[in-house]
């Protein structure tokens, strides 16, 4: 198991950047595909990006992509997001998820491990 805890979120104005961390326990954290999810409320759990092990391969959804960035510190356990151009509509709840499964995807369910979440929001 590894636990994940994120940090960073806060209110920012439109335009205007945030930087996100996802610190994980244990020493095999470089092991782990790593993700990071957003919600709303009243909507459904959403993917924003996604990182492979040595961080060689990124994923961002398209309605992220050219704004976020993910990123990961093997040597520090240290998961983070770079968003950038923030709109109101990034406003959700931001949680990072492990998973030790080689997975090449973007489904919240193939990720196991969830941290608590950190708040952003975005004012117009």
């Known amino acids: 198991q590894v636990q994940l805890v994120e940090s960073g979120g806060g209110l920012v104005q439109a335009g205007g950047s945030l930087r996100l961390s996802c610190a994980a326990s244990g020493r095999t954290f470089s092991t782990y595909f790593v993700g990071w999810f957003r919600q709303a409320p009243g909507k459904e759990r959403e993917f924003v990006a996604r990182?492979?092990?040595?961080?060689?391969?990124?994923v961002s959804a398209e309605s992220v992509k050219g704004r976020f960035i993910i990123s990961r510190d093997n040597a520090k356990n240290m998961v983070y997001l770079q968003m950038n151009s923030l709109k109101p509509e990034d406003t959700a709840v931001y949680y990072c998820?492990?998973?030790?499964?080689?997975?090449?995807?973007?489904?919240?369910?193939?990720?196991?491990?969830w941290g608590q979440g950190t708040q952003v929001t975005v004012s117009s």
């Open positions: 990182i492979s092990r040595s961080g060689s391969t990124t």
């Open positions: 998820a492990a998973t030790e499964s080689i997975f090449y995807g973007s489904d919240p369910n193939r990720y196991n491990q």
